[in-house]
């Protein structure tokens, strides 16, 4: 049973054929890291920047994407992704040198659209201006990193801009017509259930997709040395999946869910250790999708 309208479904409909992203560095920093809003980032945040997965940065675009389209080709026979620039905050940069890699990256002709990350107080007139072109050339998804959209957990995450700053980016990316992704964080220290789920409602009002995010204790990130100090607990599946069942029922069907839960780096994760078997969770959250469907008559329901 389909209950939500995923990134695999959308790429389905958009492209005809199942699409792979292909994770990449732009050897970018952060202004939470490099001294101009803070030198620690964000509280939950690894050395990696969020990108542990995608290939070692090289100042050759191709290479980067030959070699993580090596890891993935033998899942596909279309031969067809995404470039995706995952690390930090990949419009963190020079007009010129963004310019540069976005075009290199969607040059080859295995690539069909190009999706950067990046923190939404990085945006400007110029950045702005360059997407624009490119999406007229390959489509464009800009990913903001939210997390939340209470001030109080922003603050306590050292997010360092507030909810107005995100509102404006979303709406100067949908003028010029690119579609926006939006991260949040489920089980963030001292959030309620509520607030996660107020967070979900705002955000299913103005994204055109989502990824919904286990929060991850790793080895390194201030939030280790909280959660050592038993300053907090971090969700169980049960609980994990119950606001997740939860929140897809409150986002509308047009939204694209890209994520209902994330892969933290096995080698570096602290807690919660049950989300390192994604398959296990994933069976879960599926299986208790379609016991709440079933139960709803065939609608997936808040309750």
């Known amino acids: 049973m389909k209950h939500y309208n995923s990134f695999n479904e ?9 699409i792979y992203k292909l994770s990449i560095s732009g050897g970018m920093t952060c202004p939470n890291r490099d001294g101009t809003l803070d030198t620690r980032g964000c ?7 969020s990108g542990e997965f995608s290939s070692a940065y090289s100042t050759d675009i191709i290479s980067q994407l030959n070699e993580a389209k090596k890891r993935v080709e033998a899942k596909t026979k279309d031969n067809l992704y995404i470039a995706y620039f995952q690390p930090f905050s990949n419009t963190y940069a020079d007009v010129d040198y963004l310019r540069d890699i976005y075009y290199k990256a969607i040059k080859p002709d295995y690539i069909v659209g190009l999706s950067i990350a990046t923190r939404p107080d990085c945006i400007n007139k110029e950045i ?6 490119i999406n007229k050339i390959k489509p464009v998804t800009v990913e903001l990193g939210l997390q939340t959209i209470h ?34 964080i489920i089980g963030l220290p001292y959030e309620s259930e509520e607030m996660i789920l107020d967070s979900v409602r705002y955000v299913g009002k103005l994204t055109d997709g989502i990824k919904l995010q286990l929060l991850h204790i ?23 999946t119950d ?8 986002l509308p069907e047009n939204v694209v869910i890209h994520r209902i839960t994330g892969d933290g780096d096995k080698r570096g994760l602290i807690a919660p250790l049950w989300s390192a078997d994604k398959k296990r969770v994933l069976n879960y959250i599926n299986k208790e999708l ?8 065939g609608k997936l329901c808040q309750t």
Request: charged content about 30%; proline content about 1%; glycine content about 8%.
């Open 10 to 18: 959308y790429c389905k409909k958009k492209y005809g054929k199942k």
């Open 43 to 49: 509280i939950f945040c690894s050395s990696g920047g």
């Open 128 to 133: 702005l201006k360059l997407l624009s072109g």
């Open 151 to 184: 001030e109080s957990t922003a603050e306590y995450i050292r997010r360092g801009y507030p909810l107005s700053v995100y509102v404006k980016a979303v709406n100067d990316l949908h003028k010029i017509k690119i579609e926006v992704v939006t991260h949040l």
């Open 218 to 240: 790793l080895k390194g990130t201030d939030l280790e040395k909280e959660y050592l100090q038993n300053k907090f607990e971090v969700l169980s599946l049960e609980k994990y």
């Open 243 to 250: 606001l997740i069942c939860k929140s897809i029922a409150l």
């Open 290 to 297: 379609d016991r709440r469907c079933v139960k709803q008559g």
